[in-house]
């Protein structure tokens, strides 16, 4: 079994305030769940170990109920739901930055949801400063 446990490379410090670290939370199971949930059958991460790490400009709704699921999450968020999110891949021994669209069911699109793939923590980075994500 993959090491689920992001590399040493791994530093949220590194991220805006907009960045929220989520490993090892209620939220990053969820987040995880919802990944899960929406990649297409011929998705680059079907089938893959994954697990979040850090989301992206959203704060939870502290009366909220985690253990309800992930869309009865997103719905009781604060301002836009999460749709940034850093998941790392074990089994890819990468880092996965993904868009989620917060469907329903697997996405018909093979590559739903939006996915770039990094080797490096630094990469990573480079890519958020790239897009103005950072």
């Known amino acids: 079994m993959a090491n689920a446990v992001p590399p040493a490379d791994y530093d949220p410090q590194l991220l805006s305030s907009a ?18 949930r929406e990649v297409s ?8 170990e994954f697990t979040a790490v850090a989301v992206r400009g ?13 869309i009865e999450m997103a719905s009781a968020f604060t301002g836009q739901q999460p749709k940034q999110v850093i998941y790392w891949v074990p089994s890819l021994d990468q ?8 469907a329903t069911e697997a996405e018909s699109h093979p590559d739903s949801p939006s996915t770039v793939l990094a080797r490096r923590w630094a990469a990573v980075i480079d890519e958020l400063r790239d897009r103005d994500r950072l």
């Open 19 to 36: 960045w929220r670290d989520v490993q090892g939370s209620d939220e990053g199971g969820h987040l995880t769940s919802e990944l899960e």
């Open 41 to 48: 059958p011929a998705h680059v991460l079907k089938g893959a």
């Open 58 to 70: 959203y704060a939870a709704d502290p009366r909220l109920d985690l253990s309800s699921g992930a």
């Open 95 to 102: 880092w996965a930055v993904v868009h989620l669209t917060w």
